[in-house]
């Protein structure tokens, strides 16, 4: 399983990006997905996932309001819509995989992960 995010940068406060997550190697619809950031010296924190078939969509308390994460399964392709940036969401942007209906929030459970795109938010 190949995952490779794109659509990272540099955005003012206020701003918009939409992160996208293409999967290879693997049938995309029997993954559930999740997106997860790091910014330096602190931990991978869980930011947002979606179930395999797009019916079960979670948001973290930092995202909720402002991001939205969607999928397209014939495109093998996993999407957060970052709205209403701040500079506190400066960080590196992963998406994840795993082998499930639903996605979890803990990171440990993950199976595969992306190099990360790095998302700049100036204030």
């Known amino acids: 399983v190949q995952l490779t995010e794109s659509g990272g940068g540099l955005v003012q406060a206020g701003g918009s990006l939409r992160l996208s997550c293409a999967a290879s190697g693997v049938i995309f619809s029997e993954l559930a997905m999740a997106w997860f950031r790091q910014s330096p010296g602190r931990e991978r924190e869980f930011v947002a996932a979606?179930?395999?078939?797009?019916?079960?969509?979670y948001d973290s308390e930092s995202s909720k309001g402002r991001f939205a994460v969607s999928r397209d399964n014939a495109k093998s392709t996993v999407y957060l819509q970052m709205n209403s940036l701040k500079p506190e969401d400066t960080a590196v942007y992963y998406c994840?995989?795993?082998?499930?209906?639903?996605?979890?929030?803990?990171?440990?459970?993950?199976?595969?992960w992306g190099p990360g795109t790095q998302v700049t938010v100036s204030s």
């Open positions: 979606i179930g395999r078939s797009g019916s079960f969509t």
């Open positions: 994840a995989a795993k082998t499930s209906i639903t996605p979890p929030r803990n990171r440990d459970e993950y199976s595969y």
